[in-house]
């Protein structure tokens, strides 16, 4: 049944029915418009310029203050939740990026794209004028909230260019972020060091840059009904929307996320970790059930994870990439301060600049060559060689010692290539897999497996490194310290020194030579590469689930059609005249079909 008197939010087999349906009627009457992409008119273009703006300035900027965390933290009174800082960020986007984008399908991406953006300016005035630590985490979760009504603008500006195009336009989208992938780092350290509200000026150049772009959006972006609201009237929308499952979606995701971001404060086995990850896990299954046979509008849309090859394993693919991604994100700053370039931030800011373009022309290259390489090749197999980037390069960072700083940037140029390529494909392909009236869901589905990934390998790599780290460490700074002639007594006091313990300068250790300074030091690096070997290894097993879930993905070239899903209401072209007048018939034909059979 494909429409229903009582139902006007149609679920997924209505939708895909009602598409094919429409489609046929439109190829029958109007062949031109299959043949021959519509042309995209000059107010669209503008509406995508502002979107882009926006979606690259959120996503990049609200990255900076998570690369400079030493520097806050340094900066303001101690507190035991700075932690919070980079996990409140992490658990507002997972649970906002799937809630706002799969409402945005029903009812509209507009305001939730101008709404993250007041919010990101919200959350900047409180960053810029905070003076401990809670309002820090008060910005960057709010942000977080923010970015995730922000991330919309994927889906808005995929709907309204032919859909050939979208790798075209998310490359486009995907530049203006990789200005900010790319110089994030480097401008944070600079700002946090070289300005006079140091870390603050990262918050108030964000306010200047996205307040700017979020009117942009405002007077640009008005797009036409949402596909999949199908004019329902908004008491017919609020009996009908899946308010149980929103708030089972919330629930297990905030709980799911807090027990994973626990691990590395309270260890794997603490009730702090058990507890919420646990009851999250449990509630999995009464959602489930309530979505497969209760809600009349299931929110997670369960049809959708039985196109197994299209849909689920790329969902696979987005949790364990997230896995070594944002792990390899925050730690790669850790990796390069601890054994290569010390305290000097902007030195850390611009070594982190070749990961970062790797990432940024990984993706940007895949996205734009989709249309050329998918359908000669296959897009499995451009996903499959992504993820092997990932699988061999991201390892092969245990080779470098403390002298290979240069081979240790240049495997993460290329890990990070495997990891944009994997990034946009999978944005674009999982968009391909499902009807166009949810691609909302399907992009937001897709960053919170992404973001569950991010923080559960976070967790596990930094309780590797922590555990390595204190049995390596004292091990073998004793063994050089006291062989280069330090007394055993002071070997405490230079252990405490090394790891930034106790603040006091290395040369009030009793006993203390230059002999002994350069030898501990380096033992210290020494223990830090070895610890730092066992979490880049670690990666392998899961990017080989990634890599097998790519290469069993099913092919989805042939969805690079030229149709135009979505208009902009003051940007009607004859396909969209069309498009919605097959589907009206179609709905009322099947309307026709069911009243005479009761």
Not at 169 to 193: D, E, F, R
Not at 340 to 348: C, E, F, L
Not at 476 to 483: I, N, P
């Amino acid at each position: 049944m494909v429409h229903d008197h009582k139902d006007n939010i149609l679920d997924i087999q209505d939708a895909r029915v009602l598409e094919v349906a429409a489609d046929k009627v439109v190829a029958v009457h109007h062949p031109e418009f299959i043949e021959h992409a519509e042309k995209v008119t000059f107010k669209t273009w503008l509406a995508i310029f502002f979107m882009t703006i926006i979606y690259a300035c959120v996503q990049g900027i609200n990255l900076i203050p998570l690369n400079v965390i030493n520097v806050i933290t340094a900066d303001l009174p101690p507190s035991s939740a700075s932690a919070w800082i980079a996990s409140g960020y992490s658990l507002a986007l997972g649970v906002g990026i799937l809630v706002a984008n799969a409402m945005s399908d029903l009812v509209g991406r507009r305001w939730f794209i101008i709404g993250g953006g007041l919010f990101i300016i919200v959350s900047d005035i409180i960053g810029g004028t905070a003076k401990n630590i809670p309002a820090v985490i008060a910005a960057t979760t709010l942000g977080g909230l923010a970015q995730g009504g922000v991330t919309c603008t994927i889906s808005a500006a995929s709907e309204i260019v032919p859909k050939r195009w979208r790798g075209y336009v998310l490359g486009a989208m995907n530049t203006g972020l990789g200005v900010w992938i790319v110089s994030g780092s480097l401008v944070g350290h600079a700002l946090a060091v070289n300005t006079g509200p140091g870390w603050r000026s990262i918050f108030w150049m964000s306010l200047g840059i996205n307040g700017a772009a979020t009117i942009g959006v405002a007077l640009t972006y008005f797009p036409a009904t949402p596909l999949a609201s199908f004019r329902a009237s908004g008491k017919t929308f609020r009996r009908d929307f899946d308010w149980v499952g929103l708030v089972g979606i919330v629930s297990v995701a905030v709980l799911i996320l807090l027990g994973i971001i626990w691990i590395t404060t309270y260890g794997p086995t603490s009730a702090h970790f058990l507890a919420p990850f646990l009851i999250g896990v449990a509630l999995v299954v009464p959602l489930t059930l309530h979505q497969l046979y209760v809600a009349k509008n299931p929110l997670l849309h369960p049809e959708l994870f039985k196109r197994v090859r299209t849909f689920t394993l790329m969902c696979m693919v987005g949790l364990v990439g997230g896995m070594l991604f944002y792990s390899l994100e925050d730690f790669l700053s850790t990796y390069l301060q601890m054994i290569y370039v010390g305290d000097n931030q902007v030195t850390i800011g611009v070594d982190n600049i070749p990961f970062a373009v790797g990432t940024n022309v990984g993706g940007v290259g895949a996205a734009v060559l989709l249309p050329f390489l998918g359908p000669r090749i296959g897009t499995q197999w451009m996903l499959t060689i992504g993820v092997a980037f990932q699988v061999l390069f991201i390892p092969l960072l245990c080779v470098p010692g403390v002298t290979g700083l240069s081979m240790a940037l240049a495997f993460s140029a290329l890990g990070g290539f495997g990891i944009g390529v994997m990034e946009l494909l999978t944005i674009l392909l999982v968009q391909y897999a499902v009807p166009d009236e949810y691609i909302g869901f399907a992009y937001g589905i897709l960053g919170l497996f992404r973001g569950i990934g991010g923080s559960a390998g976070t967790s596990i790599y930094t309780t590797i490194f922590a555990s390595k780290a204190a049995t390596l460490v004292p091990v073998r700074v004793a063994t050089a310290a006291l062989g280069a002639g330090l007394p055993e007594s002071s070997l405490p006091q230079l252990l405490e020194t090394l790891t930034g313990v106790i603040n006091t300068p290395i040369t009030a250790v009793p006993g203390i030579s230059l002999t002994v300074i350069e030898a501990s030091e380096l033992a210290l690096k020494q223990a830090y590469v070895s610890a730092f070997r066992y979490v880049w290894l670690t990666s392998i097993p899961f990017g080989i689930i990634s890599l097998i879930c790519a290469m069993c993905t099913k092919d989805l070239s042939d969805q690079l059609t030229l149709k135009t899903p979505q208009h902009l209401k003051n940007v009607v072209q004859p396909e969209d005249i069309a498009r919605v007048e097959a589907r009206e018939a179609v709905i009322e034909e099947r309307k026709s079909h069911e009243v005479a059979h009761v």
